[in-house]
């Protein structure tokens, strides 16, 4: 049976509308911009995910809307109420961290109690058999957290954030100390929970399958700002920096310039290292000039000779490949194409494994729908991990 964790009287958040708005806000330490005039809007019972790499402001931005640091400019409001100036104890905020912090000396049951009882709530015995039902741990309540295993002891952390009733439920990395398997079981049973109990939820992560699993809205952050934000399917569909392009997922980006506009426009021709590709004007952010052109690994195709692409593809090449890998449902392919660099090629495992071999001579193709332009002077690299910067 599924119970979900009873409401307390509607406050504007569970009515309807925003349940977080940040206005322009900004934060300095010292003379650096962690979060740079950020401004932006959470509905109330959404699923919503800060994407980005360390550093990127976006850990900075979640403790400000939990009280634990003040904004330098702007304003924090939650459920209608400007809540800038409040101490973290006086939101109607949940924070759910990467450490559990449960106390080991306590019961499962009396973790989960344990802040309903500092504010004497009424009814406890029942909200904490309510919550450890919804995360499905009701038969653990007397165990210890020294005897659950990580994800046991993260869905008790979520429970106990979950009966305090909170308005916004922040979730800082929460998966980030479970092994692979295990976090990709809990990014389902999160989503799961903020589906029943219809909270919003603002979830903070640099992984971006995390975020693209979980998330109703993705704003991907990069250096203090917001570089795009919309539903996971369009951020990877339609990137529109480098950035995001790079980030989220892989793409495949080359130089080139746009020679001509067909169909009235609504589709460009660009010449790229000599190759004419076919770019949709309404998935390119620049419709004259420099642009660089997008795909991404999977939609491409690998054809050896005596394969023929389809007339109306993109085609590039021929290239060799330089590198083949086995993930289990795809291959990756690494293929040199001169003029253009390596390009990316994932191609998925209907027939048992790769089906071409290194040092082959292939060509690429794949459907000019797929195709996204961006800016052309931007970064080519932007948003690529740099292994240098890395601890």
């Not at 659950?148 to 922040?170: D, E, H, I, M, Y």
């Not at 699993?213 to 369009?234: F, L």
């Not at 950035?243 to 609504?266: H, K, M, Y």
């Not at 085609?315 to 993930?327: A, E, Q, Y």
Request: charged letters at 20%; a negative charge; hydrophobic letters at 40%.
């Amino acid at each position: 049976m599924t119970t979900t964790v009873p409401t307390e009287p509607a406050t504007p958040a569970r009515r309807g509308g925003a349940a977080l708005e940040i206005e322009r806000v900004t934060k300095q330490f010292g003379d650096f911009v962690a979060v740079d005039d950020l401004t932006l809007t959470v509905p109330s019972g959404a699923f919503f995910a800060l994407l980005g790499p360390s550093g990127c402001g976006k850990t900075t931005t979640l403790r400000m809307v939990a009280g634990l640091e003040q904004p330098t400019a702007g304003t924090v409001s939650i459920g209608g109420r400007d809540v800038t100036g409040t101490r973290a104890h006086q939101r109607p905020v949940n924070t759910v961290f990467q450490s559990y912090a449960l106390f080991p000396h306590l019961t499962v049951a009396e973790n989960v109690g344990f802040g309903l009882r500092r504010t004497r709530t009424p009814d406890v015995a029942r909200r904490v058999a309510e919550g450890l039902e919804l995360v499905e741990l009701g038969h653990l309540a007397q165990s210890r957290p020294a005897m659950l295993s990580g994800g046991q002891q993260q869905r008790v952390a979520l429970a106990r954030a979950l009966v305090n009733r909170p308005a916004l439920l922040l979730l800082d990395e929460p998966l980030g100390a479970l092994d692979l398997k295990l976090r990709r079981q809990m990014q389902l049973e999160l989503k799961r929970i903020q589906t029943e109990v219809g909270l919003t939820f603002v979830h903070v992560t640099h992984d971006q399958e995390e975020a693209m699993t979980m998330a109703d809205t993705v704003a991907v952050m990069n250096k203090g700002r917001i570089e795009q934000m919309g539903a996971p399917a369009e951020l990877y569909e339609h990137p529109r920096t480098t950035f995001v392009a790079n980030f989220l997922g892989r793409s495949n980006l080359a130089a080139g310039t746009v020679v001509e506009q067909l169909d009235g426009g609504a589709v460009l021709g660009v010449d790229v290292a000599g190759t004419r590709v076919l770019v949709p004007a309404a998935r390119a952010v620049r419709t004259e000039g420099e642009v660089l052109v997008g795909i991404r690994p999977e939609k491409i195709r690998l054809h050896i000779d005596g394969q023929e692409p389809a007339a109306t593809d993109n085609v590039v090449g021929p290239g060799t490949v330089t590198d083949v890998s086995f993930t289990g449902v795809s291959t990756q392919y690494e293929v040199l194409v001169p003029g253009l660099g390596t390009f990316g090629v994932f191609a998925q495992n209907l027939t048992g494994g790769a089906t071409v071999g290194l040092g082959t001579q292939v060509r690429l193709s794949w459907s000019p729908a797929f195709t996204f332009g961006l800016d052309g002077r931007e970064d080519r690299a932007e948003g690529l991990a740099d292994l240098d910067d890395e601890p």
